[in-house]
């Protein structure tokens, strides 16, 4: 679980820190409220999510490297708590949110929900599948509440379901992209989990950044991660003609 949780949080955790003192300053401006929440949101997401898809798609190496092949088994379990980790950044946003604008009841109202249809999909789920069962009920329980703290988020007034498919939809279909040519690419056997892992990642980076940059300019180069990220590369290494 922690493994599988570590490189969302160590993302994560830091930004979600920030966030709540950020919205609770602009809480009386609604249009800066509202600009400032979906780039925070578009900026978790376009981490978290190839963090933790990618994790998952690279669970079975990661596990031989770091715990050894005797934990192999637990390959399954990891894939889909990274997941886990990578969806409940979305809620943990949106709880920011929240405590911005006065409403820790709503928060608390999301934690108890999330305990429910943990528990109740638990019980069924482990019976049925064990460790993997737990870790689905987890995920399933992340999905309902993420979706729940963006209602909350709506239902506030703050921004619209079209505002969300806006920010949110680039990093979806670059991960997805990256999903796609990890799990279709054959990996030679033999190789020792290091190589694998470095091989996988490396690809999955190349897939995910160039699938972002593409679907960015595509879309006529709004402003969000992406222009900050070139912005910040411009800057660190400022381009020079040749006389």
């Known amino acids: 679980s922690d493994l599988g949780q570590m490189p969302v949080n160590e993302i994560a955790a830091p930004v979600n820190r920030v966030l709540f003192p ?29 963090a933790g898809v990618g994790l998952a798609l690279v669970a079975q190496p990661a596990v031989a490297l770091v715990l050894g092949a005797k934990w192999l088994a637990g390959a399954g379990v990891l894939a889909v708590i990274a997941l886990f980790a990578s969806v409940r ?3 943990a946003t949106g709880c920011s949110l929240l405590f911005g604008l006065g ?8 934690a108890g929900v999330s305990f429910v249809a943990f528990i109740a999909l638990a019980l069924p789920l482990g ?15 992340a999905v309902i509440t993420a979706v729940a703290s963006l209602w909350l988020v709506v239902r506030a ?3 619209s379901w079209s505002d969300l498919a806006r920010v949110t939809w680039r990093p979806a279909v670059a991960v997805a992209i990256m ?3 990890l799990t279709g690419l054959p990996v030679p056997d033999g190789l020792s989990p290091l ?8 690809i999955g980076a190349a897939c995910y950044g160039a699938a972002t940059l593409a679907l960015w300019w595509a879309s006529g180069r709004p402003e969000g991660p992406e222009s900050l990220v ?3 590369l411009r800057r660190r290494w400022p381009y020079r003609s040749q006389p």
């Open 103 to 110: 409403r820790p009841r709503a928060v608390a109202s999301l």
């Open 179 to 181: 999903a796609a040519v």
């Open 22 to 50: 950020a919205f609770a300053s602009v809480q009386a401006e609604r249009d800066a409220l509202r600009g400032a929440f979906l780039k925070a949101l578009q900026a978790v997401i376009a981490v978290t999510w190839p």
């Open 157 to 159: 007034g703050i921004c």
């Open 195 to 202: 190589v694998s892992l470095a091989a996988l990642c490396s």
């Open 127 to 141: 019976a049925h599948a064990g460790l993997v069962g737990i870790a689905q009920a987890k995920l399933a329980a």
């Open 89 to 91: 950044s979305v809620a």
């Open 230 to 232: 070139l912005a910040a």
